[in-house]
């Protein structure tokens, strides 16, 4: 099976991955200023472009991990993902919230798995 790779800006890492039926993707959004909610709006929309460009979409997204420089500011997240991710909830991914230490600027970086 084919493993089909897109490159990105950083060295060392692929931006998205497809293998067989999945999709890999990941984003951060530092250049999008210190706000979470414009990061985070930032972030994904980049996903949504590397899913559509290897043939998936949000609502096929069955894991997700967002990691945020402070936990605190998840309701604030929210505020961006839910709207994103839609009303629906059998679209909805598993998904969790994770507090860590980020580089540089970044408030927010998420990464996905999803069907193709």
Same mark, same amino acid.
């Not at 998205?16 to 999008?32: E, P, R, S, W």
């Not at 505020?79 to 919230?97: F, H, K, L, M, T």
């Not at 998420?110 to 193709?116: D, G, M, Q, S």
């Given at each position: ?7 990105? =800006? ?8 497809? !293998?067989?039926?999945?999709? !890999? ?17 930032? =972030?994904?929309?980049? $996903? ?7 043939? =998936?979409?949000? =609502? ?8 945020? /420089? ?6 604030? !997240? ?16 598993? /998904? ?13 970086? $998420?990464?996905? $798995?999803?069907?193709?």
């Amino acid at each position: 099976m084919e493993i089909i790779r897109l490159t990105g =800006s950083a060295v060392g890492r692929n931006r998205a991955v497809a !293998f067989g039926d999945l999709v !890999f993707t990941v984003a951060t959004a530092g250049d999008a200023g210190d706000d979470l909610k414009a990061q985070a709006a930032a =972030s994904l929309a980049t $996903i949504d472009r590397n899913l559509a460009e290897l043939g =998936s979409d949000k =609502s096929r997204i069955v894991q997700a991990t967002v990691y945020l /420089r402070e936990i605190r500011r998840k309701a604030g !997240f929210d505020e961006v993902w839910n709207p994103w991710i839609g009303p629906d909830p059998s679209a909805w991914p598993q /998904r969790a919230c994770i507090g860590v230490a980020l580089a540089g600027d970044d408030q927010v970086e $998420i990464v996905v $798995i999803a069907a193709r």
